[in-house]
Structures are given as structure tokens and as C-alpha cells.
């Protein structure tokens, strides 16, 4: 029964459209309506505290020393989220935790390629 459940499934699938969008409309310029977008870190906002980090579901962003500050006569390392792009699953949830608005979800079109970097 079970296979005969499965079999018309893939009938069905055959003949259905694809639900997901060939990369040449893609390439066109082609934005889906329903993304929300993919994050960008606007760093001038960013004060380090990993809240994106902790909140992240697919554990995508990883925190990042970039830098040193001087903070009442202590040298701290300044922290910057990174973004892995194929680990991310574009909630948009580390857009909505920041407090400081250092993440916005963007929705220009980036085609994204294994290897490439972010």
C-alpha cells in the first residue's frame, strides 16, 4: 500500500510544475516575492554582543575577532558577526534579535556558488 501511495506521488511530481526556480530566471533578475532576503551586517551598528549568533537556528553565524578597543584603560577584542551563506536558512531571525539594527535582510539578487566567498 505503502508503495502504491509512493508511485502515484511520483506521477504526480512528473507532471507537476517545480516548485523551485530554475537558475536561469534567476540570473535574470527574477526575485522570488515570498524571500525575505539573505543578511548583511552593517558594522558601524554592530556593538558585538552575539545575540544573532546565539539566536541563529542553523548555527550559520559564527562571531569573529576583528579588531582590538581600548574600554577603561582594558583592551578588548571587537567581535563581528560572519555569516556562512550555505549553512543559513534566511529566517531572518538574527534581523529581528538585534537590537542595533546591524542586520538587515537585503533582497538584491546574489547568486551564490560553492566556493565563492561572502
Do not use: D, H
Not at 549568533?53 to 579588531?67: D, E, H
Request: aromatic share 8%; proline share 8%.
Amino acid at each position: 500500500m505503502a508503495q502504491l501511495t509512493m508511485l502515484k506521488e511520483v506521477v504526480k511530481s512528473l507532471f507537476s510544475k517545480p516548485s523551485t526556480e530554475p537558475l536561469a530566471e534567476v540570473e535574470k533578475g527574477v526575485f522570488s516575492p515570498y524571500s525575505r532576503g539573505y543578511p548583511v551586517l552593517i558594522p558601524e551598528k554592530c556593538t558585538g554582543c552575539s545575540l544573532c549568533a546565539m539566536n541563529c537556528p542553523s548555527n550559520a553565524i559564527t562571531m569573529k575577532i576583528v579588531g582590538e578597543k581600548n574600554v577603561g584603560g582594558r583592551t578588548l577584542p571587537v567581535r563581528r558577526p560572519e555569516f556562512n551563506y550555505f549553512k543559513c536558512i534566511y529566517c531572518g531571525l538574527c534581523a529581528q534579535v538585534c537590537q542595533f539594527n546591524a542586520i538587515e535582510m537585503r533582497r538584491e539578487l546574489v547568486i551564490l556558488r560553492p566556493g565563492s566567498k561572502c
